[in-house]
């Protein structure tokens, strides 16, 4: 299992590399920000992919948290973030952004070993498409384009067609569309989607996102394209109309 670790600190780096060697994994470790996201949009195109990102949020380029939010953008790796950040509002944020997990330091090695299968194994059963729906692209081709059965999504240059014919949608309805596209079939609770999307807290927003929900299914024409997990939140499906 390959692992991504994003931490500054070499001595700590150096030392959960080496438990993680023991007990099989093979850790890529990097310092900053910029050259996670390298390793994860870039790099990794070219080999096999990361089972995990163990993602530190003091990095010396820009804060963790802004990190974890592009890799969610593009990315459906799963996240864990280890951090000595153990307020309860910075759980919060992080696991609204999209974090699978969060753990603060100092912590035991067993139990970091038990969170990295925990979601490991709980990211590909929640990938897994579900009996009956057909496969779909999981993610932009080399141009940066998403397919979903007659909708397609242009993330370069924020272009949406339906059957070839130019849908045009606002900012927050692309944004929207484009995060819950990059992993369907996976579930989005509602406060992970207000925090990616608005950048801002579940109170007084939910009424929004239920509004650019119901927008997108008006303009794209396939009311069940994006299905209510009631409850929950929202996940694009893999059927077609």
């Not at 799963?78 to 609204?96: C, E, K």
């Not at 997990?101 to 038990?114: F, I, R, S």
């Not at 849908?167 to 079939?185: C, I, M, N, S, Y």
């Amino acid at each position: 299992m390959r692992l991504l670790l994003v931490e500054d600190d070499d001595r700590v780096a150096a030392a959960l590399s080496a438990v993680l060697a023991r007990h099989g994994f093979e850790v890529t470790h990097v310092r900053s920000g910029a050259e996670a996201l390298q390793e994860l949009l870039v790099g990794g195109q070219e080999g096999p992919g990361f089972a995990v990102v163990l993602l530190d949020l003091g990095l010396p380029d820009q804060d963790g948290f802004e990190v974890c939010g592009r890799i969610r953008r593009t990315s459906s790796t799963p996240v864990i973030m280890v951090t000595a950040r153990a307020d309860v509002r910075s759980r919060i944020h992080g696991l609204n952004l999209g974090a699978d997990d969060y753990v603060t330091k100092p912590y035991d090695m067993g139990e970091l070993l038990a969170r990295i299968h925990a979601v490991s194994r709980r990211t590909a059963a929640e990938e897994a498409p579900p009996p009956g729906e057909r496969t779909v692209s999981q993610g932009p081709d080399a141009g940066g384009t998403l397919r979903l059965g007659a909708v397609t999504i242009e993330l370069p240059t924020r272009q949406v067609s339906v059957d070839g014919a130019p849908v045009p949608l606002t900012r927050k309805e692309f944004d929207l569309l484009a995060l819950l596209a990059q992993r369907p079939g996976v579930v989005f609770r509602r406060e992970q989607i207000i925090s990616e999307v608005w950048r801002t807290s579940w109170e007084g927003t939910g009424r929004t996102l239920e509004v650019h929900v119901a927008s997108l299914r008006s303009k794209l024409r396939q009311p069940t394209l994006i299905e209510t997990v009631r409850g929950v939140g929202y996940r694009m499906t893999a059927r077609a109309d």
